[in-house]
């Protein structure tokens, strides 16, 4: 991808790895890479590295549910596609993780947390960039193209153990 991509990573809660920012911008940068349209032009985007007690804050006053989770994912944009101006970059949105949700999913799955964690920004970025997974057609192709960009990395296909996509 040769297009400008500005990847904001910040700490705000949790006690993530000393090398949490550097995962989380190269795994935005993968599925940017395999699913943004560089001709849409320059694209922006945040990844926040929280805890439970924001993640259930915000999944309870922007979603209506009362419980942490271990991604959130929220698109500044409502079209298909963003839209672009020449010269303005596209901003993407926000993804949003709950360290204590994704530590103990990584423990219960017998996954690194680092593993875990650069499988969830991915989800969180391709959410932004308008996959989902609410029927099986969509989720059986997030699921494939989330494989695919982390056998890259050299991670494993997280859904060969348990067949369940991470909340959004």
């Given at each position: ?7 904001t990573?910040?700490?705000e809660?949790g006690?993530?790895?000393?090398d ?8 935005a940068l ?8 560089d001709e ?8 926040v ?9 915000l999944n309870?006053?922007?979603?209506g ?7 959130l994912?929220f ?27 994704v530590a ?6 017998r996954?690194?947390?680092?593993d875990?964690m650069t499988?969830?920004?991915m ?8 996959y ?21 990395l ?5 859904y060969a ?8």
């Amino acid at each position: 991808m040769t297009t400008a991509v500005d990847i904001t990573v910040s700490r705000e809660a949790g006690d993530w790895a000393e090398d949490a920012e550097w995962l989380a911008e190269r795994a935005a940068l993968a599925a940017l890479g395999a699913a943004y349209d560089d001709e849409e032009g320059p694209a922006e985007l945040s990844v926040v590295l929280a805890d439970d007690e924001l993640v259930h804050r915000l999944n309870r006053e922007y979603r209506g549910k009362d419980k942490p989770t271990n991604v959130l994912s929220f698109a500044l944009t409502e079209a298909e596609e963003p839209e672009a101006q020449e010269g303005v970059p596209v901003m993407l949105g926000d993804v949003i993780l709950a360290y204590e949700t994704v530590a103990r999913e990584a423990a219960e799955q017998r996954k690194s947390l680092q593993d875990h964690m650069t499988h969830l920004v991915m989800h969180g970025v391709l959410h932004l960039l308008g996959y989902d997974h609410e029927t099986d057609d969509e989720a059986e192709e997030m699921e494939a193209l989330e494989t695919r960009l982390l056998a890259t990395l050299g991670i494993a296909d997280p859904y060969a153990a348990n067949h369940q996509p991470p909340d959004r």
